[in-house]
């Protein structure tokens, strides 16, 4: 049985394009019905040969040992896909799963983000000055206008946007590549955060060989560090209101630099005879108090009289 299911996964990832997670997902939920049938029937048992009462019969312990709904039922979607194999390769005639009822899920209501909501978080939550703050909220700004997924997010490159036609090109699951439009408001903020990106790597990329990077939101990378001095921490100075969404227009973000490194003062006490034959011990150094996070910052107070004004819901 274990030889069946590594040529359907086989199958899975060459054929049909599907991500390392769901060969691991389906992986699981093969094998564990494979243990469960090899307990039953001993080591006679073959995916060839099971009918469907026994199929049943798994659905049934997996419910009784405590398993949601949900986990039964992408456990029997593994064993039809698996089936949908064996029928085109011409191992079986008829597919067992198929009289099979998946066991029924809990309704729930759907929860969601009310529209002022999201106008408050973007008008008036401090993201923070320089480029951290402006990747973290246009990150925020594409999932909401767009709707894409998180890991199709991070797949996205700087030649996948189209910022003259207001479009994104998404490479979403096996590999399949789709269109998606955004309005406005999200390209004036794409057209800004491109030129700060720009200036981030090139900030990095001084003097290092290093290669290109062509990743949308680029991993964030270590400061520079002296081997010899201890850098002061950056400036916890307030900053300043950040404008409202619909002031937002092709115009540049300042960036802080770091602040220089300060050189290491020399000790100023004076060294004794037994000195100059054993080295004294270096001084102890200061703590340096860690780096501001700009992206963790508490929300601005709103005042009453403020409302924001409605939108129209975006595409």
């Not at 081997?227 to 950040?242: E, M, N, R």
């Not at 770091?258 to 270096?282: D, F, I």
Request: proline share 10%; with cysteine.
């Amino acid at each position: 049985m274990t030889a069946t299911i590594e040529e359907f996964l086989s199958y899975m990832q060459a054929q049909k394009g599907s991500l390392p997670r769901t060969i691991a997902t389906y992986r699981d939920s093969l094998t564990n019905a494979a243990d469960y049938f090899v307990r039953q029937k001993g080591a006679e048992a073959s995916w060839l040969t099971l009918v469907t009462d026994d199929f049943r019969a798994w659905e049934a312990e997996q419910m009784q040992r405590g398993y949601n709904a949900s986990y039964v039922k992408k456990n029997m979607a593994a064993l039809r896909s698996m089936y949908k194999f064996l029928l085109r390769e011409g191992r079986v005639k008829v597919d067992p799963v198929r009289l099979v009822k998946n066991p029924k899920q809990s309704k729930r209501l759907p929860t969601f983000v009310r529209e002022t909501e999201m106008d408050r978080l973007f008008d008036y939550y401090d993201f923070g000055e320089g480029y951290l703050g402006l990747r973290d909220r246009t990150i925020l700004l594409l999932l909401y206008h767009t709707g894409i997924r998180a890991s199709e997010l991070l797949g996205l490159d700087v030649d996948d946007l189209d910022l003259d036609g207001c479009s994104l090109r998404v490479t979403g699951k096996g590999d399949k590549q789709r269109i998606v439009p955004f309005g406005p408001e999200l390209r004036d903020t794409l057209y800004i955060y491109i030129k700060e990106r720009a200036a981030h790597i090139a900030s990095y990329s001084q003097n290092r060989s290093s290669k290109k990077n062509s990743s949308l939101f680029p991993p964030p990378r270590a400061a520079p560090v002296c081997a010899t001095t201890s850098c002061a921490s950056w400036s916890t100075t307030p900053s300043a209101p950040s404008p409202p969404r619909s002031a937002v227009r092709l115009t540049s973000c300042a960036t802080p630099s770091p602040p220089p490194c300060s050189p290491t003062v020399p000790s100023s006490k004076p060294s004794s005879s037994s000195s100059a034959t054993r080295p004294s011990p270096p001084p102890p150094s200061t703590p340096t108090p860690p780096l501001p996070n700009s992206r963790i910052s508490t929300p601005r107070p709103i005042h009453e009289t403020t409302k924001s004004s409605p939108r129209s819901l975006r595409t």
